[in-house]
């Protein structure tokens, strides 16, 4: 069975760091960009960053441009997501997917696989 499994959500205090992680299990992630995700309640979802294939194109909203850190490790068909300097708006569900090619767009058609989501909360 192809999915995605995110890991390493959790509750952090407001400018604390969390490092999200995206396995992959019945599908081999090297031919795949990947982009994350995050819906908060009530909001529409919204990407995060993306990464092509090779990780040598990334792209960041603005929203997290400079505190987000995306980068992938194809050996262990993983992709992480760094997350520093968090703020309470940053409290959302992540999510990210697979999509076939990088285009540094986050429409959702253009991703055929999703996870579940983790939870990350930034509250004091």
């Known amino acids: 069975q192809l999915q995605l499994v995110e890991s390493g959500g959790g509750l952090v205090q407001p400018g604390g760091s969390l490092r999200l992680s995206c396995a992959a299990s019945?599908?081999?992630?090297?031919?795949?960009?990947i982009g994350w995700f995050r819906q908060a309640p009530g909001q529409e979802r919204e990407g995060v960053s993306c990464?092509?294939?090779?990780?040598?194109?990334?792209n960041y909203a603005d929203s997290v441009k400079g505190r987000f850190t995306i980068s992938r490790d194809n050996a262990k068909n993983t992709v992480y997501l760094q997350m520093n300097s968090l703020k309470p708006e940053d409290t959302a569900v992540y999510y990210c997917?697979?999509?076939?090619?990088?285009?540094?767009?986050?429409?959702?058609?253009?991703?055929?696989?999703w996870g579940q989501g983790t939870q990350v909360t930034v509250s004091s």
């Open positions: 997917a697979a999509a076939p090619y990088y285009s540094g767009s986050y429409y959702g058609h253009e991703y055929n696989y």
């Open positions: 990464i092509s294939s090779s990780g040598g194109s990334t």
């Open positions: 019945g599908f081999t992630l090297d031919y795949y960009a």
